[in-house]
């Protein structure tokens, strides 16, 4: 949308206003204040050891090449940004059927898109299971070992597993709390009249 601000024409309630109405709504589902926010706002307890751990292997084997702060997502790009999945190849390829799907080639017929996959957001990724492209994969820890071997082809330990998946929990944020607009009831034919 170009323009933010709601036209107040001859047709107010117009299919683009309405885009717009839901647009600006959709700006305010914000999740903030998670563990990781408060921690890289300077409050050193709001992580756990644990948490601080795995946000550091999630840094050194290069996770953050990809998935960058602060949404942990791809790097800020016009149109997004997209990444070969699954990279090598291993056991997981097969089990999850990760090459069954062409990615962003199905939408652009482009050969360089196949198998590209827009970088996701990690906040709150531990509230959305099953991951990745086509679901298949049931729990955030096999979704981080598939990761791991699909992306960087290392194995990781059970600890660097556990390390990485309390990191990814500090990802969860504050939900905003949606008080519904109740409209006035009308006299006499309104079923509650409060
Ligand atoms: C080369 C880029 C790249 C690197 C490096 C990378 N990822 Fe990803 N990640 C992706 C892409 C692309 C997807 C989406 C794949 C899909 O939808 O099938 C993804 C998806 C995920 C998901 C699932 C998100 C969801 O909602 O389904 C998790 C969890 C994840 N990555 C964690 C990690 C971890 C942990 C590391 C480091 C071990 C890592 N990633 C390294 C590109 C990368």
Redesign the pocket.
Known sequence: MSAARIELGKEPVSIDNAARAVAAFERTLITPNSPYDRWAQGDAGAMTVQQVRGLQQ?DQ???T???QEPLFG?PRKPGGH????P?HDGDFVDQYR?REDSGRFAATGRESDRH?????T?RN?AL?A?????GA?PT?EQ??RV??AA??N?A?TDTQAAD?IAF?HALTGEFPAITLPRLPPTLGSSLRVD
């Open positions: 999630f084997l290069g996770c090449g990809c998935h791809g997209f990444a070969v999945f990279f990760l590209k996959y827009k970088v996701p990690l990724v959305t099953p991951y990745f492209h086509n994969v955030l979704a981080v990761m791991a992306q960087m290392v990781l990485i990814l």
